[in-house]
């Protein structure tokens, strides 16, 4: 079952793995984010939520348009820095003079 969401005033469906779109831009920024795995009609809800979610969407209900919820970050600063030097953060960290 296809699933739609809104996104910048456009609208797109997410349908067997694939997004479709009037906007050419919004279709590009969909279709690099798109699961091919998401076949079922709960892997579909889920990545049209995600999708939606990270461009600040909202996402078809039965009973309306709701936002869609943020999706939790990917990437957090404890994965680069030590949890007590957050400075120290940054793929050149190993250049700086330790003390």
Same mark, same amino acid.
């Given at each position: 079952m296809p699933v739609s969401i809104r996104i910048?005033?456009? /609208?797109?469906? %997410?349908?067997? #793995?694939?997004?479709?779109?009037?906007?050419?831009?919004?279709?590009?920024?969909? /279709? *690099?984010?798109?699961?091919?795995?998401a076949i079922s009609e709960e892997a579909e809800q889920e990545h049209a939520r995600y999708a939606a979610g990270r461009f600040g969407g909202l996402i078809a209900t039965p009973g309306g348009w709701e936002a869609a919820p943020h999706p939790d970050a990917e990437?957090?600063?404890?994965? %680069?820095?030590? *949890?007590?030097?957050? /400075?120290?953060? #940054?793929?050149?960290?190993?250049?700086?003079?330790?003390?």
């Open positions: 910048y005033g456009q /609208e797109a469906t %997410f349908s067997q #793995g694939h997004w479709a779109c009037d906007d050419d831009s919004l279709q590009a920024m969909l /279709e *690099a984010l798109a699961d091919p795995r990437i957090h600063m404890t994965d %680069f820095a030590p *949890a007590r030097q957050p /400075e120290r953060a #940054g793929w050149l960290s190993f250049l700086r003079r330790r003390k």
